[in-house]
């Protein structure tokens, strides 16, 4: 059977690539999902240019046209849920519920901001002069460039392009190119809600090539990226030379607080999920458990029997908590850890072994290490997979302090019963998102994503928040 091929979107029409290269799966090597276009500076530059050309028409347009368009593309999304799914699946090994979820919200996203186009308001205010008006209104920014990570290869890619289209932006999209079947399938789901031609572009290929062309362009406004700090600190370098607008997100180190006075069972369940599932391949999963003392021992063998029962496999099987890493690359990068962190002289007290399964992946068992100190490498750097480490604190201000402890800011945890502790968490916990008995990774589409510190650079992620990156404010005086 011949493997099908997938052309980027540019001006409304679908282009062949210089070259295309296979999307397979990392729970069956044996499936070829898809070939994917290879994309170049040129075809950048014809993207670029054509979302330029559609920008004055779109920009200046029916807000209700936008707004159909948007809930249009809600619709379908919704409406396929299961079908993406699989294919999110697939291609990313997250699990099929986990997929479908992701897919779930990237419909809420456009659906929110279907809203947002008629929900966007200005101020009018009295000026220090006489008979003279004051009106402040927002603008779009113009072309945005969009450079996504594999990790959440359709949720990412929907909290970037809908807030851009609704405020009135055009788009050029490049998804990681580890991921491109899900951005392909949004953009053809784009390409067919009435969206002019031009204004919504796909361009997919390496980061080198595509992401380094989006970002030195001088007829791309903005950039929004997600991806690892170091990738974003040279983003934010060479986006200065154009004086771009610049929208970061780049990871994190997240700490979950145990105190002794946390019920064990919300502490251990909340952890496992922080840590462990979607194979820890969020930038808001934690890695660094601190706990303090008196609980220690008991949620360490307690965390250890709950993942014992954390089932790894092929992410369309029934019943699979957690499925392979993406990449043969990841899994080395893993597994260096685990070398790292035994050499640093921390003890792995469960898990990192590599899982068997029926069809050939990138399986490995989650992994625990105990014994483990704030400096070490494992506790400082972001590994982005199943590993956590326990870090054992004498009491809340140390563990606050050990929580702080990183050049990453962008989710905190604590698990606690006591009033007093949690709501001086979150006001001290450096971090742009608290979580007080709850998973750090999970969070609502409506309200503001984003760090601080190494985490985020600029204004923040979703909700009506995002209008802070996707539009510029105007203000205008009018003599009576």
Same mark, same amino acid.
Request: one cysteine or more; aromatic letters at 8%.
């Given at each position: 059977?011949?493997?099908?091929?997938?052309?980027?979107?540019?001006?409304?029409?679908?282009?062949?690539?210089?070259?295309?290269?296979?999307?397979?799966?990392?729970?069956?090597?044996?499936?070829?999902?898809?070939?994917? &276009?290879?994309? @170049? /500076?040129?075809?950048?530059? *014809? =993207?670029?240019?054509? %979302? $330029?050309?559609?920008?004055?028409?779109?920009?200046?347009?029916?807000?209700? &046209?936008?707004? @159909? /368009?948007?809930?249009?593309? *809600? =619709?379908?999304?919704? %409406? $396929?849920?299961?079908?993406?799914?699989?294919?999110?699946?697939?291609?990313?090994?997250?699990?099929?519920?986990?997929?479908?979820?992701?897919?779930?919200?990237?419909?809420?996203?456009?659906?929110?901001?279907?809203?947002?186009?008629?929900?966007?308001?200005?101020?009018?205010?009295?000026?220090?002069?006489?008979?003279?008006?004051?009106?402040?209104?927002?603008?779009?920014?113009?072309?945005?460039?969009?450079?996504?990570?594999?990790?959440?290869?359709?949720?990412?890619?929907?909290?970037?392009?809908?807030?851009?289209?609704?405020?009135?932006?055009?788009?050029?999209?490049?998804?990681?190119?580890?991921?491109?079947?899900?951005?392909?399938?949004?953009?053809?789901?784009?390409?067919?809600?009435?969206?002019?031609?031009?204004?919504?572009?796909?361009?997919?290929?390496?980061?080198?090539?595509?992401?380094?062309?989006?970002?030195?362009?001088?007829?791309?406004?903005?950039?929004?990226?997600?991806?690892?700090?170091?990738?974003?600190?040279?983003?934010?370098?060479?986006?200065?030379?154009?004086?771009?607008?610049?929208?970061?997100?780049?990871?994190?180190?997240?700490?979950?607080?145990?105190?002794?006075?946390?019920?064990?069972?919300?502490?251990?369940?909340?952890?496992?999920?922080?840590?462990?599932?979607?194979?820890?391949?969020?930038?808001?999963?934690?890695?660094?458990?601190?706990?303090?003392?008196?609980?220690?021992?008991?949620?360490?063998?307690?965390?250890?029997?709950?993942?014992?029962?954390?089932?790894?496999?092929?992410?369309?099987?029934?019943?699979?908590?957690?499925?392979?890493?993406?990449?043969?690359?990841?899994?080395?990068?893993?597994?260096?850890?685990?070398?790292?962190?035994?050499?640093?002289?921390?003890?792995?007290?469960?898990?990192?072994?590599?899982?068997?399964?029926?069809?050939?992946?990138?399986?490995?068992?989650?992994?625990?290490?105990?014994?483990?100190?704030?400096?070490?490498?494992?506790?400082?750097?972001?590994?982005?997979?199943?590993?956590?480490?326990?870090?054992?604190?004498?009491?809340?201000?140390?563990?606050?302090?050990?929580?702080?402890?990183?050049?990453?800011?962008?989710?905190?945890?604590?698990?606690?019963?006591?009033?007093?502790?949690?709501?001086?968490?979150?006001?001290?916990?450096?971090?742009?998102?608290?979580?007080?008995?709850?998973?750090?990774?999970?969070?609502?589409?409506?309200?503001?994503?984003?760090?601080?510190?190494?985490?985020?650079?600029?204004?923040?992620?979703?909700?009506?928040?995002?209008?802070?990156?996707?539009?510029?404010?105007?203000?205008?005086?009018?003599?009576?």
């Amino acid at each position: 059977m011949t493997t099908p091929r997938y052309d980027n979107l540019i001006d409304g029409q679908w282009v062949a690539g210089n070259s295309y290269s296979q999307n397979l799966n990392p729970s069956n090597l044996a499936d070829v999902i898809g070939e994917y &276009a290879q994309g @170049d /500076a040129a075809q950048v530059e *014809a =993207a670029v240019r054509a %979302a $330029r050309a559609a920008f004055p028409a779109w920009s200046t347009g029916s807000v209700q &046209a936008r707004a @159909d /368009a948007l809930e249009k593309i *809600a =619709a379908e999304i919704l %409406a $396929r849920r299961e079908e993406l799914g699989e294919l999110l699946a697939r291609e990313e090994g997250k699990t099929r519920p986990e997929a479908i979820g992701e897919v779930v919200r990237a419909g809420q996203i456009f659906r929110f901001f279907a809203g947002e186009v008629v929900r966007q308001a200005g101020e009018v205010l009295p000026s220090v002069r006489p008979n003279v008006g004051v009106e402040i209104t927002r603008e779009p920014v113009g072309v945005v460039g969009l450079i996504t990570p594999w990790n959440f290869p359709i949720a990412i890619p929907a909290w970037k392009i809908a807030p851009a289209l609704a405020h009135g932006n055009c788009v050029v999209i490049k998804p990681a190119d580890l991921v491109p079947g899900c951005a392909w399938a949004l953009a053809d789901i784009i390409s067919r809600s009435g969206i002019p031609a031009g204004v919504f572009n796909l361009v997919m290929g390496r980061g080198s090539v595509i992401g380094n062309a989006l970002v030195d362009h001088a007829e791309v406004d903005a950039i929004s990226f997600t991806g690892s700090e170091g990738v974003g600190r040279g983003i934010a370098e060479r986006a200065s030379r154009t004086m771009k607008k610049v929208q970061l997100e780049m990871g994190g180190k997240n700490p979950q607080v145990v105190l002794d006075d946390a019920d064990l069972d919300v502490a251990v369940e909340l952890s496992a999920q922080s840590a462990f599932y979607s194979t820890g391949q969020r930038c808001t999963a934690s890695s660094r458990l601190i706990v303090t003392d008196a609980i220690h021992d008991r949620f360490v063998q307690a965390l250890r029997e709950r993942m014992a029962r954390i089932k790894v496999g092929d992410a369309l099987a029934q019943g699979i908590d957690m499925g392979p890493v993406a990449s043969r690359p990841q899994l080395e990068q893993n597994l260096s850890y685990l070398a790292i962190g035994r050499d640093e002289g921390a003890r792995l007290a469960a898990g990192g072994d590599a899982v068997k399964a029926a069809t050939e992946g990138y399986f490995m068992s989650p992994a625990l290490f105990v014994e483990s100190a704030a400096g070490m490498r494992i506790n400082r750097e972001e590994i982005f997979g199943p590993v956590a480490s326990v870090i054992r604190v004498k009491d809340y201000d140390e563990a606050l302090a050990v929580a702080n402890d990183t050049m990453f800011g962008l989710s905190a945890g604590i698990a606690t019963t006591s009033l007093k502790y949690a709501t001086h968490f979150k006001r001290h916990a450096q971090a742009g998102m608290v979580m007080v008995n709850l998973p750090t990774a999970g969070v609502d589409y409506h309200v503001p994503f984003g760090g601080r510190k190494g985490s985020s650079y600029g204004p923040r992620e979703q909700g009506a928040y995002a209008r802070e990156f996707y539009t510029t404010v105007k203000t205008a005086y009018t003599l009576a």
